[in-house]
């Protein structure tokens, strides 16, 4: 694993305080980059662009860089209706 796959591992466990999927293989994903706004009925909310190099989600100073492990586990604990509003 490369010094940022690791980097990136580590930063994940403890942001999150779980173990993300590790993929070996993060910094050989190509893939072109998708834009999608939070809500597509108005120009007000975030942008989520995922690219080769991971997931950014908002705008300017009010921004989250993601990996791609940090995404998915995001994702699988919505779809497992894990997560409570705040």
């Known amino acids: 694993m ?3 796959g690791l980097k990136n591992r580590l930063a994940s466990e403890v ?3 779980r173990k993300v ?3 070996s293989l993060q910094d050989e994903i ?3 980059p998708i834009k999608i706004t939070l809500c597509p009925l108005c120009t007000e909310c975030p942008e989520v662009e995922i690219t080769d ?3 950014s989600i908002g705008e300017g100073a009010n921004m989250v860089r993601l990996s791609h492990g940090e995404w998915n586990e ?3 604990l919505i779809k497992a209706d894990e997560l ?3």
């Open 2 to 4: 490369s010094g940022a």
């Open 15 to 17: 942001a999150t305080g």
């Open 21 to 23: 999927a590790d993929v």
């Open 30 to 32: 190509q893939m072109e």
């Open 53 to 55: 190099e991971g997931v």
């Open 74 to 76: 995001l994702v699988r």
């Open 84 to 86: 409570q509003a705040i």
